[in-house]
């Protein structure tokens, strides 16, 4: 059964009958060239119809050939081509058609697919107009043994001698829908190849995929630095306001300030972070931190019980954007592992900004049975690496002499360039 469904498919599917629509209006487009042709030759060609008719017919093609390469490298025409392939043919021809050409290369791509489905679609609506009638007209042979092809009579035996004619005309339909099948299947097959992407194309779109991907991964970055350390922060703030809310309840709104302060500012990055992923454009979105809002982000550690002593040398100011936001995320996140990891204890922070590369240093002491427990790193050390990594920079950390010590030295020049 499953090969007699597969031999009528063609015939019973209403696929066949969409892509025949497609086919017919390729023969429509081909009209107004064919009419064109029709109406120049003569008029340039007088002399030669009678004489020369393989010239004329050879001229006549060559026209045709020649104002169609000439409309199909119009980008509109493959917009509507692949459009209709879309719609008609199904999604086996690429969405990629229905884009404008960007390349010369794209653009005589779907000039063959145009000349191709104009030249089918021609052969096809010359039967379609044809053949129908030739049946229905064959179904009287039996009776009269004549039949009438293209104003000229024909005779054929009639009676039961006569009923194989309507039968060829039966089956030539058949023919038909079989050949519209097959010559759709063939511009289905080769739209990949005329109408898809070229190598370039892919290229392109594989590098701003990537991009976008990057992107995205930055983004996830951003979010993970500045919400962990918020949380940190509302952690530390809310189990001290807890403990001394009734003893010290100056102190305990001090925390509840703290937390509402780190969970505005967890909120605000959230809300950017969120408007880039929805591409929101309509500039409401909050500007991103760098180590000009450092003082802030201190401020907030040290509310969180964190003594965090500063060192700044040179002019942080002059640094290049990207840096700035880079140092002031990881200085964040390494603060947000003192957090988590030691808890209250003193951090150093040293940021020096040279002529040709920024200096970081952040450190804080450890006990003996921590040095083990921190030595793989984890999510933020990662996060951190990856920041230094795109910025062509280095960094280390780990215990050294009691003080677990992160290191960062990231180059200037390359990023100014």
């Excluded at 209006?25 to 030669?48: C, D, E, H, K, R």
């Excluded at 092809?149 to 009676?159: A, Q, R, W």
């Amino acid at each position: 059964m499953r090969g007699v469904d597969t031999a009528i498919g063609p015939v019973i599917r209403r696929s066949t009958y969409r892509r025949w629509v497609h086919l017919i209006l390729g023969g429509a487009v081909l009209v107004p060239f064919v009419l064109l042709v029709a109406m120049v030759v003569p008029s340039i060609m007088p002399g030669f119809i009678r004489a020369e008719p393989l010239l004329v017919i050879g001229a006549s093609l060559v026209l045709v050939f020649g104002t169609m390469v000439l409309m199909a490298l119009i980008p509109a025409v493959r917009v509507i081509e692949g459009t209709a392939a879309r719609e008609l043919l199904g999604d086996r021809v690429p969405a990629h058609a229905t884009r404008p050409t960007v390349s010369w290369l794209s653009r005589w791509l779907s000039t063959a697919w145009f000349v191709l489905h104009l030249f089918l679609g021609g052969v096809i609506s010359i039967l379609t107009l044809a053949l129908p009638p030739a049946v229905v007209v064959s179904f009287s042979v039996p009776f009269t043994g004549t039949m009438q092809i293209l104003g000229s009579p024909l005779s054929f035996p009639s009676g039961w001698a006569g009923v194989w004619v309507p039968v060829v005309g039966v089956v030539s339909l058949i023919g038909l829908v079989y050949l519209v099948f097959w010559a759709s299947e063939l511009l289905i097959r080769l739209a990949p190849w005329l109408l898809g992407p070229t190598a370039v194309e892919r290229l392109e779109e594989l590098e701003a995929r990537t991009e976008q991907l990057a992107e995205r991964n930055r983004l996830a970055r951003e979010l993970h630095d500045s919400v962990g350390h918020a949380l940190s922060v509302v952690t530390i703030q809310a189990s001290a306001a807890g403990r001394v809310l009734d003893s010290d309840p100056a102190f305990a709104r001090k925390a509840l300030g703290a937390i509402e302060d780190s969970a505005r500012a967890a909120l605000e990055d959230l809300d950017h972070v969120l408007g880039l992923l929805r591409e929101e454009k309509n500039g409401a979105t909050t500007p991103q931190w760098t180590l000009a809002d450092l003082p802030v982000l201190l401020d907030k550690t040290r509310i969180a019980g964190v003594t965090v002593e500063s060192t700044v040398e040179g002019s942080l100011a002059g640094l290049p954007p990207a840096v700035s936001r880079e140092a002031y995320r990881i200085v964040q996140e390494g603060l947000t592992n003192v957090l988590r990891h030691a808890g209250k204890v003193p951090v150093s922070l040293r940021l020096a900004a040279g002529d040709d590369r920024l200096e970081l240093d952040l450190s804080n002491p450890i006990e003996e049975p921590a040095r083990s427990t921190r030595r793989g790193g984890g999510h933020g050390l990662r996060g951190m690496r990856d920041r230094v990594t795109v910025l062509r920079g280095q960094m280390t950390a780990g215990p050294t002499d009691g003080q677990w010590l992160v290191s960062v030295r990231i180059p200037l020049r390359t990023v100014r360039g």
